[in-house]
T-cell receptor, first 113, second 113 residues
């Protein structure tokens, strides 16, 4: 059983470009969570999604950031018009439901030049 | 609001010595508590978790943690540290539903020969 997959593992963007981060949850998992880890900090919750629904986006910046988890395909975290402060590691986690543990992917490290 | 404090940013332990990493949490009800380990450039791996029941929890790689409600603590311990344990350790707390984890800032463990 493959774990949580994230791609790309490393992403370099120039200021003003768009970044798209993908997350494929573990097989049988329909709950996806996105976290951001800034340098020298812990992970911060961004958004919690189930298939086709955003359940909690309280940690997501109001502008430029969006997330989706379509019926088919991976979950996508989209950052428009990236700025240097968006440089971070973005981790995706998945679970079978909201009462069970989350399994984390290897992360996508975004660098904004 | 939930919060997690890991008071030690760095800890250095000699190989073979015992280890205790501190974690204090703030949460209004009985929390879900977790310890994760992150090796450089990698994702997070779950070491152990506390949901309910026995307050002494056994995890993988010889780690254990004890939930002390009176002290709002969930300290991680290992009787004999190996060089391969060098990594960053994160304590996290979750609500009873939705599993929106709140992470501490982490403790970096260095193991000296």
């Amino acid at each position: 059983n493959a774990g949580v997959m994230q791609n790309p593992r490393h992403l370099v963007r120039r200021r003003g470009q768009e970044a798209r981060l993908r997350c494929s949850p573990m097989k049988g998992h329909s709950h996806v969570y996105w976290y951001r880890q800034l340098p020298e900090e812990g992970l911060k919750f961004m958004v919690y999604l189930q298939k086709e629904n955003i359940i909690d986006e309280s940690g997501m910046p109001k502008e430029r950031f969006s997330a989706e988890f379509p019926k088919e395909g991976p979950s996508i975290l989209r950052i428009q018009q990236v700025v240097r402060g968006d440089s971070a590691a973005y981790f995706c986690a998945s679970s079978t439901d909201s009462y069970n543990e989350q399994f984390f992917g290897p992360g996508t490290r975004l660098t904004v030049l | 609001a939930q919060s997690v404090t890991q008071p030690d940013i760095h800890i250095t332990v000699s190989e073979g010595a015992s280890l205790e990493l501190r974690c204090n949490y703030s949460y209004g009800a009985t929390p879900y508590l977790f310890w994760y380990v992150q090796s450089p450039g990698q994702g997070l791996q779950l070491l152990l978790k506390y949901f309910s029941g026995d307050t002494l929890v056994q995890g993988i790689k010889g780690f254990e943690a004890e939930f002390k409600r009176s002290q709002s603590s969930f300290n991680l311990r290992k009787p004999s540290v190996h060089w391969s344990d060098a990594a960053e350790y994160f304590c996290a707390v979750g609500a009873r539903s939705f599993q929106k984890l709140v992470f501490g800032t982490g403790t970096r463990l260095l193991v000296s020969p």
